[in-house]
Nanobody, 116 residues
Framework: QVQLVESGGGLVQPGGSLRLSCAASRSIFSVYAMGWYRQAAGKQRELVARFTGAGRTDYADSVKGRFTISRDNAKNTVYLQMNSLRPEDTAVYYC??????????WGQGTQVTVSS
């Protein structure tokens, strides 16, 4: 099992920045995939950014150039730096870990609200 604890959400004005953190309860060095998803009110959950075991980093088109995913293997933590935030980025952001193709874990979510 993997427990994931997100932090860093909040209220920010358009154009502002936030950094989300996801601390995992065990090593993330060799996970199959790990990253961030979001779910806005009334919409389906969607991929924001993720690392894959193949060494690839994927971003949603809507966040490319504004968001950056990074990781600190020593701290078992994945980060999402979000810059130039827009009202349409408002959502609950979830951390996701896939240690193997047969397992997937989710954090409890953290609310990000972009509003003036």
């Amino acid at each position: 099992q993997v427990q994931l604890v997100e932090s860093g959400g909040g209220l920010v004005q358009p154009g502002g920045s936030l950094r989300l953190s996801c601390a995992a309860s065990r090593s993330i060095f060799s996970v199959y995939a790990m990253g961030w998803y979001r779910q806005a009110a009334g919409k389906q959950r969607e991929l924001v950014a993720r690392f894959t075991g193949a060494g690839r980093t994927d971003y949603a088109d809507s966040v490319k150039g504004r968001f950056t995913i990074s990781r600190d293997n020593a701290k078992n933590t994945v980060y999402l730096q979000m810059n130039s935030l827009r009202p349409e980025d408002t959502a609950v952001y979830y951390c996701n870990a896939v240690p193997t193709p047969h397992e997937t874990y989710w954090g409890q979510g953290t609310q990000v609200t972009v509003s003036s």
